[in-house]
């Protein structure tokens, strides 16, 4: 019990590093580790959506005292996230673990292609982080604010992420914001959006009647990574930009190949 409770805390530090390191949310890093611990994937979304809340809680923190979450978009991408979550929960409940397992490799691919596009998208933006140079309408707006939310949510509560690197890139695109405002408030939405994901899994989903029984693991995994992140964001401090970039691509193809590879041994089981 002991040696488990352990593997879960490390798993956490794992993910809590990586996050950290990379920038990303921990639901991308911690349904492959939980997979690895030997947890059925439909329950390691529920709990990875369990340690996005308390991660993305940690960092939302910070970026509303350094004055980057904008409350009324916050808003209006947490309401339109909804729809989404609702959607994702009930088309999961009618996916097997190969299907999902498969999807979820195909969802680290759109990741890496987002991240890309945020990487284009971060050099628009001079030392100053003045708005892109960009005509924003009040359709294209609140157009991109609604088609983000229902994305990123229908996203979370599938593959048990926070949505990130779904929602910066959409909403520099599509709304007059900084980098920085747009990380910030991206990271506010995504506590909105894994709550809401772990309510509706808990009221409709496959998974609810596990989960309590998960809540030793579940406290060990969200401690590891509330360790875990800080030294990250130190060695992110420490590596070229180059490095950082390079690091992650290695370790998204990684994350793909795994997950197709768990995919075909679930399909042939």
Request: glycine fraction near 12%; charge should be positive.
């Amino acid at each position: 019990m002991i040696l488990s409770l352990l593997a879960f805390g490390l798993s956490g530090l794992s993910s809590g590093v990586l996050s950290g390191l990379f920038g990303v949310g921990g639901g991308a890093l911690v349904v492959p580790l939980l997979l690895l611990l030997g947890v059925p994937i439909k329950l390691a979304v529920v709990m990875s959506l369990v340690y996005i809340l308390f991660a993305s809680l940690s960092g939302s923190l910070r970026h509303w005292k350094q004055g980057n979450i904008r409350p009324s978009t916050t808003a209006a991408l947490s309401l339109s996230s909804g729809l989404g979550i609702y959607l994702g929960v009930k088309v999961s409940l009618g996916l097997s673990e190969s299907m999902l397992a498969l999807l979820f490799a195909v969802f680290m691919g759109l990741v890496l292609t987002l991240f890309a596009l945020r990487q284009h998208l971060s050099k628009k933006v001079d030392a100053q982080d003045a708005v892109l140079e960009t005509s924003h309408s009040l359709f294209k707006i609140w157009g991109g604010l609604i088609f983000t939310g229902v994305l990123a949510g229908f996203c979370s509560s599938i593959f048990g992420v926070g949505g990130g690197f779904i929602i910066v890139p959409l909403l520099v695109l599509t709304n007059p914001i900084t980098m920085k405002q747009a990380t910030g408030t991206s990271l506010a939405t995504i506590f909105f959006i894994a709550l809401a994901g772990v309510a509706q899994h808990l009221i409709i989903g496959e998974a609810a009647q596990d989960l309590p029984a998960q809540a030793a693991p579940l406290v060990c995994l969200i401690i590891g990574g509330l360790v875990g992140a800080p030294l990250g964001a130190r060695l992110n401090q420490r590596w070229s930009e180059k490095t950082l970039q390079r690091g992650f691509i290695g370790f998204t193809i990684l994350i793909m190949l795994y997950m197709l590879a768990n995919a075909w041994l679930k399909a042939g089981a």
